[in-house]
């Protein structure tokens, strides 16, 4: 299973930006997804989750209200739709996968820890300027 995320950039604080995330090798309407993002000099942290037929899904707390997770099983594609960007959104971002199918069964603990992901994208740069 191969996972590619693409679309960051540099946007200007309070712009948008979309995050796919193609995966490939595997049978993506198995697999709950998630992002996660890492800063300069911080730990990996949660973003988002959905469920493998995208009616369930959860957000990191910073990110609720302006992020929003998406899924495409007919493209094999995951999404991330940010709105309302701020500096402090600036990171890495990579998507996940996980092949239980079981995302969200055993509750936050469980979804928004990267040992649950089998499988990682290569990570895609998010820069908001103020």
């Known amino acids: 299973v191969q996972l590619q995320a693409s679309g960051g950039g540099l946007v200007q604080a309070g712009g948008s930006l979309r995050l796919p995330c193609g995966v490939s090798g595997g049978t993506f309407s198995n697999y709950g997804m998630g992002w996660f993002r890492q800063a300069p000099g911080k730990e990996r942290e949660f973003v988002a989750a959905?469920?493998?037929?995208?009616?369930?899904?959860y957000y990191a707390d910073s990110v609720k209200g302006r992020f929003t997770i998406s899924r495409d099983n007919a493209k094999n594609t995951v999404y991330l739709q940010m709105n309302s960007l701020k500096p402090e959104d600036t990171a890495v971002y990579y998507c996940?996968?996980?092949?239980?199918?079981?995302?969200?069964?055993?509750?936050?603990?469980?979804?928004?820890?990267?040992?649950?992901?089998?499988?990682w994208g290569q990570g895609t740069q998010v820069t908001v300027s103020s």
């Open positions: 996940a996968a996980d092949i239980s199918g079981n995302l969200f069964y055993r509750g936050s603990a469980y979804y928004t820890a990267q040992p649950t992901y089998d499988y």
């Open positions: 959905i469920s493998r037929s995208g009616g369930g899904y």
